[in-house]
């Protein structure tokens, strides 16, 4: 008996004329996140992408297939003979260990090949008598039912599947451009780039790192973050820039409460200057309105007025224990907490204005050589090619994409 696992797209269904570059990209997202599993066979068709596992550990399988973007929900199925008694009496042994008093079930039969002897009605009817008859306890329910058995009569065979796991939704990744995600060390910006990714947007992280000030301990952290993120998505790059220069030349010159605007006025900058680039579209970012002085309505706005580009905050409306609770369920809360401070943290001032004003802030940034702050700073960058294989300490450096 062949046993498969048939992928069932939700989102990618409703894109029409474009349907086909989805389930492409999608397609070498799986491959990608399968590598680990060589005898896999990706196939493609245009309502469902099967995979063949050739032997492969089915349950290791499922859970590598929960975090990948565009897949709605799968379900291992077996290929079974034309013989109705034969894959009764299978789908009957298989729910042994599922039928449970009380639990509810629905079998949901399509027939891809019109001439075969019994319709749908037949075969529901049928399957069903005969599951209730193995299992007095279970009950028959047409919505939602806890256990959905799917009996899909082909032209050659049955395909038959008892369970169904459902996937990560969303759009597969690389299917909607490039962005530049802004990630510090903390709570949010992972976060952000999870749900830019779950978007179909394929991401960069930018990190700005200020030793000594900063520890190598905090630099590793937003590595690792990074990593955590290459589960959803593959391969991210993650850029580091150096940032002391900048912040010392601010703390010299710029007055406390006006500090962290300008501060992050510049990261804004650079980051631009790399996403510009790079050839990215967007910068991604993990604010959330009004959490912190930076980040109320005024603030934005005047942090904004230094780039044209769109500026995305996923987390806008979120409040913190939300942002908490999905940065627990995709691994990245423990890690974010951590106490090894970023440059922002540590150069923080103890009253930011929450109100800047423009005309202040550009006569204070006067006193700033900005250009060469700029350059220099993304002129020390280092480039590290992040994956789930790949430990956060084996670093590279590479310019040439970039300069």
Known sequence: METRIQIRFGELSTKGKNKKRFVQQLTRNIRQATFAFPQIEVKPTHDFIFLNLNGEDEAAVIERLKDIFGIANFSPVYVLPRDYERAQTFIVE??????????????????????????????????????????????????????????????????????????????????????????????????????????????????FHSPPYTSPQALKKAQDLTTKLTRFGGEISFIEVPFTEIQEEIKAKIPDEYAMTITRRMMLRITDKVRAKKKHTVIFNGESLGQVASQTLDSMAVINEVTCTPIIRP?????????????????????????????????APLAPKTRPHFDKIHRFEQLLDISGLVERSVGGMIVTKMNEQLSSSEKGRDYSALL
């Open 315 to 347: 987390l806008a409306t979120m409040d913190k224990n939300e942002i908490i609770a999905l940065a627990k369920r995709i691994d990245t809360f423990d890690l974010s907490i951590q106490p090894f401070e970023d440059c922002c943290t540590l150069f």
């Open 94 to 207: 298989a729910l042994g260990k599922k039928a449970k008093a009380g639990t509810t079930f629905k079998v949901d039969t399509r027939r891809s090949d019109h001439t075969y002897e019994h319709d749908t009605a037949w075969i529901n009817s049928k399957l069903g008598a005969a599951i209730l008859d193995a299992y007095p306890d279970l009950r028959v329910k047409m919505k939602n039912p806890e256990i959905r058995i799917r009996f899909d009569v082909k032209e050659d065979y049955f395909l038959v599947s008892t369970e169904t796991y459902s996937g990560a939704g969303g759009l597969p990744v690389g299917s909607n451009g490039r962005g530049m995600l802004m990630l510090s060390g903390g709570i949010d910006s992972p976060v952000a780039g999870y749900l830019a990714m779950k978007r179909g947007v394929q991401i960069e992280a930018l990190h």
